[in-house]
């Protein structure tokens, strides 16, 4: 198997937790180099990689063909086109750019230098969604009408020293679960025709928006659809993670995907049981078709989030299309926008 040397570009919350786990058990990766500007926090579970103090070490290696931008928001642009023009594969954390116009010059960019332009979309391999795709893949709830998606978090206090909260780096919950929200979206039912958003600060002191509900009207695939998706700081009782509603039945599921959890408990991704949700945790499917009124709990279908680099790999390798280009995100970061511009004039927009 052909070896990818990778290089990434912070060891925060997102290396440590969503990044290196991944990379060092892929066989086709093998990581080299992990910039850590003051610190020495990896060296304890990847004693063999190199720690280097500047993103252009990264750079100036010839022998690294991959390197991951896991820096803070704002510096995704700038650090992802230094890598394109270094003649590096490059894997960028969402968002993928704060604006249509950078993503659209990286792309390019990309596609001129015959380079991967990968974005970190890892939860498309969320169990929740995987299930949701498997129901839809079936046609258990007939015609589907109504689709709803919430990250529910709870945290009323404004976390201090963080470039996430203050905003001087990026931030704000709109372009952070936002991101992933409106690419789930997309991925199952296509681009929307237009977008009605509310976005807001909710918490006391607050200097980033932390509440979102929007609206994406007439999908491309199910134009019928009605499509709400929501996230919020202060939703200390969850609502639902999806709700679904169609002509012969609904789905409603609670809680998310357990891999994150279990990353942050120090678990890796080698058990045989990875990503599976226990029982009590399955969805609700009720469905009445024929005369027949049938509740049940539907088994979820396993989380996955090494099948991201896998299928990086494969792509890079030529063996797959990539399933998580810049190209597409192009368009998620374009739906942001429209987001914002719907909550300032309190419009519909049309994208």
């Known amino acids: 198997m052909e070896k990818i040397k990778v290089g990434l570009a912070a060891f925060g919350m997102s290396g440590s937790v969503f990044h290196t786990p991944f990379l060092s058990i892929h066989p086709g990766f093998e990581l080299t180099k992990i910039v ?6 990896s060296r304890k579970e990847y004693p063999d990689v190199m720690i280097v103090r500047s993103f252009e070490e990264l750079l100036n290696d010839p022998d690294i063909g991959l390197v991951v931008v896991n820096t803070p928001d704002a510096t995704h642009y700038r650090y992802a086109k230094e890598a394109l023009l270094s003649g590096k594969h490059v894997v960028v954390e969402k968002p993928f750019t704060t604006t249509v116009e950078e993503a659209e010059e990286l792309v390019a960019l990309a596609e001129q230098k015959g380079l991967l332009l990968s974005v970190y ?8 969604l995987l299930t949701v795709k498997d129901i839809l893949d079936k046609g258990l709830l007939g015609r589907l009408v109504e689709f709803e998606s919430t990250f529910a978090r709870y945290r009323n206090f404004i976390k201090p020293d963080t470039w996430k909260e203050t905003g001087e780096s990026g931030g704000g919950l709109t372009y952070n679960l936002g991101s992933h929200l409106i690419d789930q979206a997309v991925e199952l039912f ?11 600060t909710v918490r006391t002191g607050g200097k980033v928006d932390d509440y979102f509900c929007m609206h994406l009207f007439k999908p491309a695939r199910c134009p019928e659809l009605n499509i709400t998706l929501k996230a919020s700081y202060l939703m200390c009782e969850p609502e639902p993670r999806f709700v679904l509603h169609g002509t ?29 949700d226990l029982p009590e945790q399955w969805g609700i499917l009720h469905t009445e078709k024929d005369g027949k009124d049938q509740q049940v709990p539907y088994p979820s279908i396993p989380g996955n989030y090494k099948g991201f680099y896998e299928n990086v790999y494969n792509a890079i390798v030529g063996s797959e299309p990539l399933k998580t280009s810049g190209k597409e995100n192009i368009h998620i970061i374009r739906i942001i926008e429209a987001a914002y511009r719907s909550n300032r004039e309190k419009a519909v927009i049309k994208l």
């Open 190 to 200: 296509g681009l929307p025709e237009s977008v009605f958003a509310n976005i807001a």
């Open 121 to 128: 979309q890892n939860r498309r391999w969320d169990a929740d």
């Open 36 to 41: 850590e500007r003051t610190k020495e926090l």
């Open 248 to 276: 012969e039945g609904s789905f409603v599921k609670y809680g998310v995907d357990n891999q994150e959890a279990a990353l942050l408990a120090g678990e890796r991704p080698v058990t045989p049981d990875w990503g599976n």
